[in-house]
């Protein structure tokens, strides 16, 4: 066997290991990729989870809050502070389930969910009000664009 016999052996289980790595690579990126999604999911879970809590805690605020009829001077300080509160909350979930949708990490199924969502919410008129006077100030200017081009055209 001569030496070039056996540089073209070597070249063979280069190639074979070469294409075993690749597989196995793929493989892992599979799994973390399912892996990233079940947590951004249940991070989302968590997160709405306490989002519904402050309005169990507080139920006063919220009935005056989503009622169109009830001006937003009529809160007090105090009420007004777990408003705005829950406000930031709840558009930073809605930021960062943007954010993972445009990088991949929802499906447009499990984002149209979301979306409805943040139609419903960010269109009451006391959570406009806030969008109105902070997103400016704090929100990712791709988030901006999309509930302002996205999600106040879709009123319903």
């Known amino acids: ?22 597989i196995y690579l793929a493989t892992q990126i599979r799994q973390n990729t399912k892996t990233l ?18 309005q169990t805690e507080h139920p006063g605020v919220f009935v005056k809050a989503f ?15 777990i408003f705005t509160a829950w406000c930031f909350h709840v558009c930073n979930l809605f930021e960062a389930n943007y954010l993972h949708h445009i990088e ?28 109105e006077s902070f ?7 791709r988030f901006i664009d999309y509930v302002e081009t996205e999600i106040f055209q879709d009123e319903r």
């Open 104 to 131: 991949g990490a929802y499906d447009e199924e499990a984002f149209e969910a979301k979306h409805r969502n943040m139609v419903w919410t960010l269109n009451q008129p006391k959570i406009r009000q806030f969008w």
């Open 1 to 22: 066997m001569s030496i070039q016999d056996l540089g073209n052996i070597g070249e063979f289980v280069a190639a074979i290991a070469t294409l075993a790595t690749l």
């Open 37 to 54: 999604r079940s947590n951004i999911y249940s991070s989302w879970v968590d997160t709405s989870s306490h989002s519904q809590l402050i």
């Open 135 to 141: 997103s400016e100030h704090v929100y990712d200017r």
């Open 67 to 81: 009622d169109p009829n009830v001006p937003r001077d009529d809160l007090s300080p105090e009420e007004l502070r």
